[in-house]
Nanobody
Framework: QVQLRESGGGLVQAGGSLRLSCAASGSILRINNMGWYRQAPGKQRDLVASITSGERTNYANSVKGRFTISRDNAKNTVYLQMNALKPEDTAVYLC?????????WGQGTQVTVSS
């Protein structure tokens, strides 16, 4: 089993920045991919960004150039630096990790961007 602990969400004005963190504990050897999803009320859960153990990254088109995903393998932690935030970025952000699939999920952290 892997446990995920997210932090860093909050309320920010449009144009501002936030940094999300997700620390993994437990069966760390079962982690290859790490990523962030988000889900707004009444909408589906969408992938925001992902990063492999080889540091290959992938971003949703809506966040390219504004968000940066990174990981610290020594700390078993994945980060999401979010800049130039927009009201449409408002959502619950969930951390996900896994070996080949998204096997484990965090509980989510709320990000609210005011206009």
């Amino acid at each position: 089993q892997v446990q995920l602990r997210e932090s860093g969400g909050g309320l920010v004005q449009a144009g501002g920045s936030l940094r999300l963190s997700c620390a993994a504990s437990g069966s760390i050897l079962r982690i290859n991919n790490m990523g962030w999803y988000r889900q707004a009320p009444g909408k589906q859960r969408d992938l925001v960004a992902s990063i492999t153990s080889g540091e290959r990254t992938n971003y949703a088109n809506s966040v390219k150039g504004r968000f940066t995903i990174s990981r610290d393998n020594a700390k078993n932690t994945v980060y999401l630096q979010m800049n130039a935030l927009k009201p449409e970025d408002t959502a619950v952000y969930l951390c996900a990790v896994g070996l080949f699939h998204w096997d484990y999920w965090g509980q989510g952290t709320q990000v609210t961007v005011s206009s």
